[in-house]
């Protein structure tokens, strides 16, 4: 069964600095990835996602993240982090049963910038 | 941009009553899930939905839950008799086929008393 790892429950950043979250995952064949953010007492807003390809996915709000196949991971990177970034941020793998998939999320990674 | 909408937004009710959760998939989309997500926890599969059939369910979506599109809008999420671990944010999602994006409503919080 697929599984997703997110090592790190809470990260504090001063703004400005770079981030970056990690997320490793299991499962036995080439995966759907995601990111997803999740501000507190709201929705999940997709962040980015990988499917095929290029393996350095661009998403919104100038994050980006690469498959790493060899190492089964799908890091999280920003350059610059804004106090609005704080939020709880969910990788999730997307495992692949017939005609269509279901998501499979990490515990989350709680991030806190501090100005 | 279309979106999956979910109503209520907040239910409360008392141990070993029904509910039904509501989801208005985008428009087009053929696949339908259901998601929770208890306080402080993961975001955990339910069921997902295809052709007015369970394509998956997981362990939780014991007898006590039931999934049906009643007309060509619709998607619901039935609770026949609630338990206090129950209680938790129910999010749906539709999806147009394999390979493309979930799409996710902003969630009904329930609260089971």
């Known amino acids: 069964a697929q599984s997703v790892t997110q090592p790190d429950i809470h990260i504090t950043v001063s703004e400005g600095a770079s981030l970056e979250l990690r997320c490793n995952y299991s499962?036995?064949?080439?995966?759907?990835l995601f990111w997803y953010v999740q501000s507190p007492g709201q929705g999940l807003q997709l962040l980015l996602k990988y499917f095929s390809g290029d393996t350095l996915v661009q998403g919104i709000k100038g994050f980006e993240a690469e498959f790493k196949r060899s190492q089964s991971s799908f890091n999280l990177r920003k350059p610059s982090v804004h106090w609005s970034d704080a939020a709880e941020y969910f990788c999730?793998?997307?495992?692949?049963?017939?005609?269509?998939?279901?998501?499979?999320f990490g515990k989350g990674t709680l991030l806190t910038v501090n100005p | 941009e279309p979106e999956v909408t979910q109503t209520p937004s907040h239910q409360v009710t008392q141990m070993g009553q029904e509910v039904i959760l509501r989801c208005v998939p985008i428009?087009?989309?053929?696949?339908f899930y259901w998601y929770r997500q208890i306080l402080g926890q993961k975001v955990e599969f339910l069921v997902s939905f295809y052709n007015n059939e369970i394509s998956e369910k997981s362990e939780i979506f014991d007898d006590q839950f039931s999934v049906e599109r009643p007309d060509g809008s619709n998607f619901t999420l039935k609770i026949r008799s609630t338990k206090l671990e129950d209680s938790a944010m129910y999010f749906c999602?539709?999806?147009?086929?394999?390979?493309?994006?979930?799409?996710f409503g902003p969630g009904t919080r329930l609260l089971v008393l």
């Open positions: 428009s087009n989309h053929l696949y």
């Open positions: 499962y036995g064949a080439t995966p759907y």
């Open positions: 999730a793998v997307g495992a692949r049963g017939g005609s269509n998939y279901k998501l499979t």
């Open positions: 999602a539709s999806l147009l086929r394999d390979g493309q994006t979930q799409y």
